[in-house]
């Protein structure tokens, strides 16, 4: 299987900035892109962010100008910037890849982090 572990999540004020990274390790395949999605209470989750392992990115509309992801391909990791933060960017950011994994059916799945809280009040 391939895990996933986010860190740097937390506490910010509105117009902070915050830098979540995530590490996938475990039986990995092969990976075809790392990115990150969030979900606030009562709501759907929803893209953030994805970078492929050919560099292109797709941001959701909500962050795009505000948020920048880096992906390591070699490393696989992946992180977000996130800047000018707003309250309704609070939510959990689950880290996300789009893999093989070495062990199994060796079928191309999603996999999940745990997800890391955000919360962005004054």
């Known amino acids: 299987q391939v895990q996933l572990v986010e860190s740097g999540g937390g506490l910010v004020q509105p117009g902070g900035s915050l830098r979540l990274s995530c590490a996938a390790s475990?039986?990995?395949?092969?990976?075809?892109?790392m990115g990150w999605y969030r979900q606030a209470p009562g709501n759907p989750r929803e893209l953030v962010a994805v970078?492929?392992?050919?560099?292109?990115?797709n941001y959701g509309d909500s962050v795009k100008g505000r948020f920048t992801i880096s992906g390591d391909s070699a490393e696989n990791t992946v992180a977000l910037h996130m800047n000018s933060l707003k309250p309704e960017d609070t939510a959990v950011y689950y880290c996300?890849?789009?893999?093989?994994?070495?062990?199994?059916?060796?079928?191309?799945?999603?996999?999940w982090g745990q997800g890391t809280r955000v919360t962005v009040s004054s």
């Open positions: 970078v492929t392992n050919g560099g292109s990115t």
């Open positions: 475990g039986s990995i395949f092969s990976i075809y892109a």
């Open positions: 996300y890849a789009d893999a093989i994994s070495s062990t199994g059916s060796m079928i191309r799945s999603a996999y």
